[in-house]
């Protein structure tokens, strides 16, 4: 007798189970997209604060390249609140 190991195949799932759980599966993506946008407001808004007051404070005693630097900052921070009103707005016309 050969060592053969009888395999336990679990049951196929009928259809509408496997749309039930890609209901469920979009609605936890949903969710969690919309946490991170969320989360995201927050660390953008210290970062964009912090630069503008270094920059304020900081640019008579700074160089050209680091001035071009609280720019890229600037530019960087508002592209990102940019992208994260643009997701806000889409959930918003999902609904």
């Given amino acids: 007798m ?3 190991k009888a ?4 049951r196929l799932k ?3 189970q496997i749309t ?3 209901y469920r599966t ?4 949903d969710k969690r997209r919309n946490d991170i946008v969320n989360d995201l407001v927050d660390p953008i808004c210290v970062i964009s604060n ?3 007051i270094l920059s304020m404070r900081l640019s008579k ?3 050209e390249e680091t001035r071009s630097y609280f720019a890229m900052i600037e530019k960087a921070t508002s592209k990102t609140k940019m ?3 643009e997701l806000r707005r889409e959930k918003s016309l999902t609904e």
């Fill in 26 to 29: 979009n609605e936890v993506c």
């Fill in 61 to 63: 005693f700074v160089d």
């Fill in 50 to 52: 912090a630069n503008e």
């Fill in 83 to 85: 992208l994260v009103d």
């Fill in 7 to 10: 395999i336990r195949c679990e």
């Fill in 20 to 22: 039930s759980t890609v």
């Fill in 2 to 4: 050969m060592g053969y």
């Fill in 14 to 16: 009928q259809k509408d």
